[in-house]
Structure formats: C-alpha cells, structure tokens
C-alpha cells in the first residue's frame, strides 16, 4: 500500500472487539490528521475498519486488505 503515514501498527488478528478498543487506543495518542498503517488480518476487517471510520469520524484513506490506512479526525480546541 502505497500512502504516506506517521504511525504504522501490526493488529495481526485481532478479531473486531479487540480490533476496536486498541485502535482508538494508538489514535488517541496520535495529532489530528495525523494517518496510521494498520495491517489487520481478520477476515472482518473489510468491513469493520470502513464502518468504524465512518461510525467514528476517522478517514479510511485507502484500503487494501490486509492493509488500512487511517487518518485522525481533526479536533477542535474551545
């Protein structure tokens, strides 16, 4: 795959729960707009990792099975 990223992180196969919770964990330790490579083998993910951006307010970048890249929303500072 093919992109530029910040963070890259190997979630083997994780099944989607487990997926999930670890993931917002290495976004929430990431900048807005930041992307993060996620490399997920879980025969779910095609359809998890796009509906857990959308859900979520991430940005699926590109995907490629088993490859994802993910951009950090933008936060807001008030």
Same mark, same amino acid.
């Given at each position: 795959?093919?992109?530029?990223? @910040? ?6 196969? %994780? ?5 999930? %919770? ?17 490399? /997920? ?20 970048? /590109? /995907? ?12 807001? @500072?008030?």
């Amino acid at each position: 795959m093919n992109g530029h990223y @910040d963070q890259e992180w190997d979630a083997g196969e %994780m099944g989607c729960g487990e997926l999930v %919770m670890k993931l917002k964990i290495k976004l929430s330790e990431m900048k807005g707009g930041e992307c993060l490579k996620v490399t /997920a083998l879980d025969e779910g993910a095609p359809e998890d990792m796009p509906a857990w951006c959308k859900l979520t307010g991430h940005t699926l970048v /590109a /995907a490629e099975h088993p490859h994802y890249l993910i951009r950090k929303k933008e936060t807001v @500072d008030v």
